[in-house]
């Protein structure tokens, strides 16, 4: 192992046997952590070509279990967004994507520091259950065409433990470790294609668009060299997606467009719209997207797949009790920080700071006011859900909003497609 860190840590290339004698070391746990995480710094560093981060995303692919899907007709198709604040993307585009034909073996993640997980979320609904066996997800699969779970035990093991040390370590934005992260955990799917939402700006790990594209090409390509069909869309983080932040005032956003609300969460509808036809294009449909959700019979899918997982919509709710934060300016909002945001719904307890912390489900953040819409000194700006110390949540909200004089441009979230 001392060989393989000087290696990459004097800028050589690791070889497949050095990568596959890595990960199978991280499995069994027979390398130490030290050894780990100083790998982990010179890969941070040095970093690694597109040879050795597909070998690598093969050898943490392979570390564990991997579905088999073909006893379900159907093109399989998921999507995976890099993580941001507010983006409740998944709980509509899965239902909405099944309805059109599509089969969406959703495996999720959970919120770490100010961007929120989608598992989080769904069990913000009452009794659902995130952690199925194989044959309860297939089963799930079978009757609603979509399913959404937390990751396994079983599906790359080796990335759990990478992962939690990438955390520790402060390696976590690496574009060959991210790509190997994310890759080998959903290429585990049996996927025929797959959507990357690669989020861009204050609230997302890639704050500007060449380093995100970096990352977008490194994914594609290994993606695909592995034997999946690929489409990146660029999105927006720089301001926060709708204008629900946190677990259950997410869903209850979600509920809302599912039931056919499509007017007062345009940046929701535009990312969800755009991502279901990159899915369909993968899939080789054409549908009505708009017409399909305003149907009715995509949240009756949602519904469905929600019981068969345990879960109650009717019980469902964030805290009765909600707290004002009130401008102190007047004008037309011209921006919301969306880091700050999050910061501010880490601190009503809808986040976690390290991964062994508990989540408040019901705690969030709605915003009354968003960019391009005016307010008066005084008027409330956001709403707040939470048990905690009201004044550090009051003064990060207040920092994130920008209130100005200038009008604002209708300006699209999506940034580029490939």
């Avoid at 393989?4 to 800028?11: A, Q, S």
């Avoid at 490194?218 to 690929?230: F, N, Q, R, W, Y």
């Avoid at 039931?259 to 535009?270: A, I, S």
Wanted: hydrophobic letters at 40%; glycine letters at 10%; proline letters at 2%.
């Amino acid at each position: 192992m001392r060989e393989i860190i000087r290696k990459k840590r004097d800028g050589q290339k690791l070889d497949k046997s050095d990568i596959e004698f890595f990960i199978n070391g991280v499995t069994t746990k027979e390398i130490p952590n030290y050894q780990i995480s100083a790998l982990l710094m010179a890969i941070f560093y040095k970093g690694m070509n597109l040879e050795e981060t597909k070998d690598l995303t093969y050898f943490m692919l392979n570390s564990g279990k991997k579905l088999d899907l073909s006893g379900i007709k159907g093109p399989k198709i998921d999507k995976h967004s890099t993580g941001g604040v507010g983006d409740k993307i998944s709980l509509i585009l899965a239902p909405l994507a099944a309805e059109m034909g599509i089969i969406v073996p959703m495996i999720t993640g959970r919120g770490l520091g100010h961007t929120g997980g989608t598992s989080d979320k769904m069990e913000a609904i009452p009794g659902y259950k995130t952690s199925l066996t194989f044959g309860q997800f297939e089963r799930v699969l079978r009757k609603t065409g979509c399913s959404i779970i937390s990751q396994t035990r079983e599906i790359a093991p080796a990335d759990k433990e990478l992962y939690a040390l990438r955390d520790a370590t402060e390696t976590v934005e690496s574009v060959a470790l991210i790509t190997s992260s994310i890759l080998s955990k959903k290429l585990a799917e049996d996927l025929d294609g797959l959507v990357i939402d690669l989020k861009v700006g204050e609230g997302a790990f890639m704050k500007d668009l060449a380093s995100a594209k970096k990352l977008g090409e490194m994914m594609k390509k290994v993606g695909e060299e592995l034997g999946t069909e690929m489409k990146i869309v660029f999105t927006d983080q720089s301001s926060p997606i709708g204008r629900n932040i946190g677990n259950a005032p997410e869903v209850i956003e979600s509920v809302e467009i599912l039931k056919g609300n499509l007017t007062d969460y345009t940046d929701t509808l535009e990312i969800t719209k755009v991502l279901a036809e990159e899915m369909c294009s993968l899939a080789g449909i054409k549908v009505e997207i708009l017409e399909t959700l305003k149907s009715g019979k995509v949240f009756e899918r949602f519904e469905k797949m929600v019981s068969l997982q345990g879960g109650d919509l009717s019980g469902l709710t964030t805290y009765k009790k909600s707290f004002e934060v009130k401008s102190t300016s007047e004008g037309i909002v011209e921006k919301i920080d969306a880091y700050k945001i999050g910061i501010a719904a880490l601190k009503t307890g809808a986040g976690r700071e390290k991964k062994e912390d508990n989540v408040d489900l019901k705690a969030g953040i709605k915003l009354l006011k968003v960019a391009g819409e005016e307010v008066r000194k005084g008027e409330a700006l956001a709403l707040v859900y939470t048990k905690k110390e009201l004044e550090p949540i009051k003064e990060s909200i207040l920092s994130a909003y920008s209130v100005g004089k200038k009008l604002k441009k209708d300006k699209t979230k999506i940034l580029e497609k490939w």
